[in-house]
């Protein structure tokens, strides 16, 4: 049952032309490794002019053409950082302020308390974050949503995720809009159950092939081994 539902979510995600940005936290069928999947779209050349860098370990993104960026606001930031066998995935600067925050022996609900959903007005693009503690018994892997309600400016709704147990070969997603529009919806719902594989290639290449191909910029896939705390990026840029 659970297979086909991941199937179902899948298909869905493969049939909405602007999910937006999306993460996906999970792990592998054989319950070896964790994964963070993280990916952009965009429908502006300023959107469009990105690319994902590994840069020792963190991930940033950067202008494709440094010459045709018109505006860094919200656009270039660290999805993927990590603190000790912390590791963090976000849509945003808030990846800055969840490592901060660990740092200084904050919780994951602490630091995004902080923060709201992005001021891009009318679209208020939802904040969307994952975080796994290796050290963490009694926790798996965490998720979060930070949005308005009905793109109203004056209230935002913070949801938290706790997945005390993850299950063999699902991950789940989280995206920032339900559809394409204007302004663009905001993600509703839970985040939904969807498949994940041993090998970090085909999760990214499953991934990749499920996004729409117009608006689609650029992927990552991270794993960490559950045993040897060890960590692997494969990441996929449309602009090379």
């Not at 602007?18 to 070896?32: A, C, D, E, T």
């Not at 009694?138 to 309600?149: D, F, H, N, R």
């Amino acid at each position: 049952m659970l297979d086909s539902l991941c199937n179902a979510n899948v298909n869905q995600l493969k049939k909405n032309s602007y999910p937006g940005r999306g993460i996906i936290v999970g792990l592998s069928p054989n319950s070896k490794k964790y994964y963070q999947v993280y990916w952009i779209m965009g429908r502006s050349s300023n959107s469009r002019n990105r690319i994902f860098v590994n840069e020792g370990g963190f991930v940033r993104t950067e202008a494709h053409d440094k010459n045709q960026l018109e505006d860094p606001t919200l656009i270039i930031y660290y999805p993927i950082k990590f603190y000790n066998d912390i590791h963090i995935v976000s849509n945003g600067d808030q990846t800055d302020t969840i490592y901060d925050s660990l740092i200084n022996d904050e919780s994951f609900e602490c630091a995004l308390n902080k923060r709201e959903f992005e001021p891009d007005f009318p679209n208020l693009t939802p904040r969307i974050s994952g975080m796994i503690d290796l050290n963490n018994e009694k926790m798996a892997y965490q998720l979060s949503i930070l949005k308005s309600v009905q793109n109203d400016p004056n209230y935002c709704i913070r949801n938290y995720y706790n997945y005390e147990r993850a299950v063999p070969g699902v991950g789940h997603c989280l995206h920032t809009y339900s559809e394409n529009g204007n302004p663009l919806p905001s993600f509703v719902g839970e985040p939904f159950e969807v498949k994940l594989y041993d090998d970090i290639k085909d999760v990214g290449e499953f991934y990749w092939s499920a996004l729409n191909e117009e608006n689609k910029i650029s992927l990552l896939v991270k794993s960490i081994d559950i045993e040897m705390k060890s960590t692997e990026l494969f990441i996929i840029n449309r602009n090379r």
